[in-house]
């Protein structure tokens, strides 16, 4: 009997460690599960976000100086780069048209024109001649550190919102305009991209002739003799010349014994790298080091005689230069894009006039 008794209890314990070693994995189970459903969460919140940043990446527009994000633009909204008058493009939202034919669409105007107005005569000219029958002036809007006059405007089934600024000698007006109904159904949205809208700074006329002076002072010297250019930077040879060979299509050009990052570094504060590349091919690098096309010429006598800007895409401003050779008496016209490179203006690009 006593032996049948111990058995019992061995099973009865059994059981009691079974249930209590159950309960045990069952908990860890759960603890260690949870964390497991959370990092997969975060994970794919984290994909989530990536996805929408790409989706939603800058992508800026430029029209003389306006610029925009163009990535704002919905499905609704698209760039017309049409002109009339004042107007230099445009961004054309939606568009209806009634059963009788009748055509009502809303759309952003943007206007640039120069003018020698200040802000209150900006403001009293919209007040005292606006083409809409109500008009008046709402409040200051502050958009990328730049402080607009916002008016609201109306004429029959037409509503309005009129920004508008004096910047750098020239009006700016960016307008949502359109059927009353549409006007209010896509307002939101067009303020969404006008909110993006900066103007970029002109270049003054003294600077931007200092810059193409200078320009064509280093194109005139390399001309004289591409050694004496070099001097005129105040470059000296700083190398050791070693036994280096040469591509075959560089077989004409001399060792300097000047770093080209050196040579590089003095152009940059005048001509971006492209320019350097393309108007300056008589200097080279190699290994690090600048070789030279030795050259000599006749250097001209020039006088710019004229600068007319041709065009302006946000930072970049393209101007029409007219100089003249005082020894050969020729008139020679160039195209000069002058740029913003971080905190000062240099020549990015320069073609002849077809």
Do not use: C
């Not at 590349?277 to 004229?306: A, C, H, R």
């Amino acid at each position: 009997m006593e032996k049948k008794k111990s058995i019992e209890f061995n099973f009865f314990t059994f059981i009691i460690i079974l249930v209590i070693l159950l309960g045990i994995v069952f908990f860890i189970a759960r603890q260690t599960g949870q964390p497991k459903t959370n990092n997969e969460q975060v994970q794919n919140n984290q994909e989530e976000q990536s996805s929408n940043t790409e989706n939603t990446e800058t992508k800026l527009y430029s029209n003389n100086a306006i610029i925009l994000d163009e990535s704002k633009l919905t499905d609704k909204w698209k760039i017309v780069e049409d002109s009339y008058g004042s107007i230099i493009f445009y961004i054309q939202g939606p568009e209806i048209e009634e059963e009788d034919g009748t055509y009502h669409d809303v759309r952003i105007n943007i206007y640039v024109e120069k003018s020698d107005f200040s802000n209150e005569d900006l403001k009293n000219q919209m007040l005292e001649n606006s083409i809409y029958d109500e008009i008046k002036y709402n409040k200051e809007t502050k958009i990328n550190d730049i402080r607009w006059m916002e008016f609201l405007g109306a004429e029959e089934d037409k509503r309005a919102k009129i920004l508008t600024i004096m910047k750098d000698g020239y009006m700016y007006v960016v307008e949502i305009t359109g059927e009353e109904n549409l006007y209010k159904e896509n307002q939101e949205s067009a303020m969404e991209i006008i909110n993006t809208i900066k103007i970029a700074n002109r270049i003054p006329e003294d600077e931007v002739s200092d810059i193409i002076y200078k320009y064509y002072n280093l194109a005139n010297i390399k001309q004289g003799s591409t050694r004496y250019l070099l001097t005129s930077l105040n470059l000296n040879a700083t190398e050791e010349q070693k036994e280096v060979t040469l591509p075959v299509e560089y077989q004409d050009y001399v060792w300097t014994g000047i770093k080209y990052s050196d040579f590089e570094n003095e152009m940059k504060k005048y001509m971006s790298e492209e320019v350097i590349k393309s108007q300056f091919p008589e200097y080279i690098e190699f290994e690090g080091n600048l070789y030279i096309k030795e050259q000599t010429g006749t250097e001209q006598d020039f006088v710019i005689e004229n600068l007319v800007e041709k065009s302006m895409k946000g930072y970049e401003t393209t101007y029409e230069v007219t100089r003249t050779d005082m020894n050969l008496f020729m008139t020679l016209k160039q195209n000069i894009t002058i740029k913003l490179d971080g905190d000062k203006y240099v020549v990015s690009n320069v073609s002849d006039v077809e």
